[in-house]
């Protein structure tokens, strides 16, 4: 079955650039969506189809893929950035999501 | 405003049953697939089951098939979740989210707590 690698943890100090990444076999054949969770609340879409920004949704946030890996980019990072990430494909009628990102602002 | 609020969780024995439902306001709740998505404490995101605007295409993540049931009623503006055969794995918060054909989910409701132990 189709897996997902991201990093568990990742630091930005702030105001840098965070870079998040989703690894997965192929993976830039595939649409790759992503999700922000802060402690206690439900997740929020923040990126669709690769490189797209849901109304609301900074423009701080940005999104690639290609290859073997899809990208996460938080320009000018925020404390109020710090949160899990999730990376999440569409495989064969079911829906995976990577084990998730903790994002640390420094 | 779009809306989705959970009810119905609780704390259940191993092998009993639940039954989730999500109220759905701010949207046409009859054009959207529609999820069920959890997370166990202190895990990721798993998604359980998403259901297609006419209930004509409904698939299960493989933990769950042949256990739960989704459902939706179009003119209530709800969606459904029946939990049978519960097990301690199943403990998590459940999240109702709208689909967009079923690819990605936006927005999520606030979730219900389900607990499963004796």
């Known amino acids: 079955s189709y897996e997902l690698t991201p990093p568990l943890s990742v630091s930005v100090d702030l105001g840098q650039t965070a870079t998040i990444t989703c690894g997965g076999n192929n993976i830039g054949s595939r649409n790759v969506h992503w999700y922000q969770q802060k402690p206690g609340q439900a997740p929020v879409l923040v990126i669709y189809?690769?490189?797209n920004r849901p109304s609301g949704i900074p423009e701080r946030f940005s999104g690639s893929n290609s290859g073997n890996t899809a990208t996460l980019t938080i320009s000018r990072a925020q404390a109020a950035d710090e949160a899990d990430y999730y990376c999440?494909?569409?495989?064969?009628?079911?829906?995976?999501f990577g084990g998730g990102t903790k994002l640390t602002v420094l | 405003q779009v809306q989705l609020v959970e009810s119905g969780g609780g704390l259940v024995k191993p092998g009993g049953s639940l039954r989730l439902s999500c109220a759905v306001s701010?949207?046409?709740?009859?054009?959207?697939?529609m999820s069920w998505i959890r997370q166990a404490p202190g895990k990721g995101l798993e998604w359980v089951s998403y259901?297609?605007?006419?209930?004509?295409?409904?698939y299960y993540a493989a933990s769950v098939k042949g256990r739960f049931t989704i459902s939706r009623d179009n003119a209530k503006n709800s969606l459904y979740l029946q939990m049978n055969s519960l097990r301690a794995e199943d403990t998590a918060i459940y999240y109702c989210?709208?689909?967009?054909?079923?690819?990605?989910?936006?927005?999520w409701g606030q979730g219900t707590p389900v607990t499963v132990s004796s």
């Open positions: 701010g949207f046409t709740f009859s054009d959207y697939y």
């Open positions: 999440q494909v569409w495989d064969s009628n079911t829906v995976l």
């Open positions: 989210a709208r689909s967009e054909w079923g690819i990605w989910f936006d927005p």
């Open positions: 189809n690769d490189n």
């Open positions: 259901i297609s605007t006419t209930a004509s295409n409904i």
